[in-house]
């Protein structure tokens, strides 16, 4: 009842930037939260950033810190990663998640997009 769809991805330098995007449609009306993860080659996916659907607070993982910030256009319903000064270990399939009010799984994903930054 919630769709996202990640775009944005690509390949990138050290310490360049790219801003991936996630566009919601359905049930916006609720959502708790939308949230980027990312799981690189060989390893176990892991949580980016999360932004509260409503409230519009946000967090983020102390990898990234700094330098990536999440935001919203709510005209769009779309959610923003603008991911600064990008390192090679910041390589790997992004993906946003929708997480429903009162529930603790993430109940929506979108299908990822790939994003490598070379050294």
């Known amino acids: 009842q919630v769709q996202l769809v990640e775009s944005g991805g690509g390949l990138v330098q050290a310490g360049g930037s790219l801003r991936l995007s996630c566009a919601a449609s359905?049930?916006?009306?609720?959502?708790?939260?939308i949230d980027w993860f990312r799981q690189g080659p060989g390893k176990e996916r892991e949580f980016v950033a999360g932004?509260?659907?409503?409230?519009?607070?946000?967090n983020y993982a102390d990898s990234v810190k700094d330098r990536f910030t999440i935001s919203r256009d709510n005209a769009k319903n779309t959610v923003y990663l603008q991911m600064n000064y990008l390192k090679p270990e910041d390589t790997a399939v992004y993906y946003c998640?929708?997480?429903?009010?009162?529930?603790?799984?993430?109940?929506?994903w979108g299908q990822g997009t790939q994003v490598t930054v070379s050294s």
């Open positions: 998640a929708g997480r429903e009010i009162g529930r603790l799984r993430y109940d929506y």
């Open positions: 359905g049930r916006t009306f609720a959502l708790y939260t």
């Open positions: 932004f509260r659907w409503s409230g519009g607070s946000t």
